[in-house]
C-alpha cells in the first residue's frame, strides 16, 4: 500500500475582530436616526391633529354663535321663516363639519383612495390659509387610485403646501402669492409638484432643506424631514428644485410614489 498523501498546509488566516470604536460610532448613528425619527412623526401627527382642532372648533363655533344668536334674540312667536332657514343651515354646517373631522381623522390603515380625496382635504385644512394665496391645482380627469394610508399621504402632501404657505408668510413685496399642485401618473408612478412664489431656497444645497432641524421658514424643521422619511418608507423620493427668476414660481417640490 502506498503511504497516505499529505494534505497541503492551508495558509494561517488570523480570524478579524471587529472594530469597537467603528461599531459603537454606528450604533448611536442609527439609534439617533430612529430618534429622529420617532420626534418627527409625533411632532408631525400633534401639528396635523391640531390642525384638525382648529378646523372643527373654527367651523362649530361659529355656527354655534350664529344659533346662539337667533334663539337668544327673538321669542319663539319673533322667529321668521328666515331665521328657521338660518337656522337649519347651520344645523347642517355642524353636521358636515363633524362628516369632515370623521374623514380626516388619523388613523394607520391602508386601503385604496383616489387623489381628489387628497386634495379636497388639502383645501379643507388650508381654507384659511388659501384666503390670502392664489391656489391653483391641476389635476388629471382620470381617477389616480392609491393602495397606501390615507392619512399618510394626507400629511406628507399638506405638510409640503404648510411649508409653502410659511414661507410666503415670511416673504415680503409679492403681489400675488401663489400655490400650485400638478399631479398626473406616470406608468406605474405617481407625481406630485408642489409650485410657490415665496423667497428662493438660500442654501447653496438645496437638498439639507430635508435635514432634521434645518428650516428656511422658521419653522421647527421636521415637516420636510418627515415628508422625506415617508417618501423613502413607501420607495418614492421627494425633490426640491429652484426656478428661474421671472416666472410665477421660485421652487418646486417634486414627490414621486409607486402606486
Same mark, same amino acid.
Given at each position: 500500500m502506498s503511504p497516505k498523501s499529505k494534505k497541503p498546509n492551508k495558509p494561517y488566516i488570523p480570524h478579524k475582530h471587529p472594530n469597537l470604536v467603528a461599531l459603537s460610532k454606528k450604533i448611536e448613528d442609527t439609534k439617533e436616526k430612529h430618534i429622529h425619527n420617532i420626534n418627527a412623526l409625533s411632532k408631525s401627527l400633534n401639528n396635523h391633529i391640531a390642525i384638525l382642532s382648529n378646523f372643527v372648533s373654527h367651523d362649530i363655533k361659529n355656527s354655534v354663535q350664529s344659533i346662539d344668536s337667533i334663539i337668544s334674540s327673538n321669542t319663539l312667536e319673533e322667529l321668521t321663516e328666515k331665521d328657521?332657514?338660518?337656522?337649519?343651515?347651520?344645523?347642517?354646517?355642524?353636521?358636515d363639519t363633524i362628516d369632515n373631522l370623521s374623514k380626516l381623522a388619523p388613523y394607520g390603515k391602508e386601503e385604496s383612495f383616489e387623489f381628489k380625496e387628497v386634495i379636497n382635504a388639502i383645501e379643507l385644512l388650508n381654507r384659511e390659509?388659501?384666503?390670502?394665496? +392664489?391656489?391653483?391645482k391641476e389635476i388629471p380627469k382620470q381617477d389616480i387610485y392609491f393602495h397606501l394610508s390615507f392619512q399618510t399621504v394626507l400629511q406628507m402632501i399638506n405638510n409640503v403646501v404648510i411649508n409653502a404657505v410659511k414661507a410666503l408668510e415670511n416673504t415680503k413685496n409679492i403681489t400675488e402669492k401663489r400655490i400650485k399642485i400638478s399631479a398626473r401618473q406616470e406608468n406605474d408612478k405617481f407625481v406630485l409638484q408642489v409650485y410657490d412664489n415665496a423667497h428662493p431656497i438660500t442654501f447653496p444645497n438645496p437638498k439639507k432643506i430635508f435635514d432634521y432641524g434645518v428650516s428656511s421658514?422658521?419653522?421647527?424643521?421636521?415637516?420636510?424631514? +418627515?415628508?422625506?422619511?415617508?417618501c423613502t418608507s413607501y420607495k418614492g423620493d421627494i425633490q426640491v428644485h429652484p426656478l428661474a427668476s421671472g416666472g410665477l414660481y421660485t421652487k418646486c417640490f417634486t414627490i414621486t410614489l409607486p402606486l
Open positions: 328657521i332657514d338660518n337656522l337649519k343651515l347651520n344645523l347642517q354646517m355642524i353636521r390659509n388659501f384666503r390670502d394665496i +392664489h391656489f391653483v421658514t422658521g419653522g421647527s424643521g421636521i415637516g420636510l424631514y +418627515h415628508v422625506q422619511w415617508l
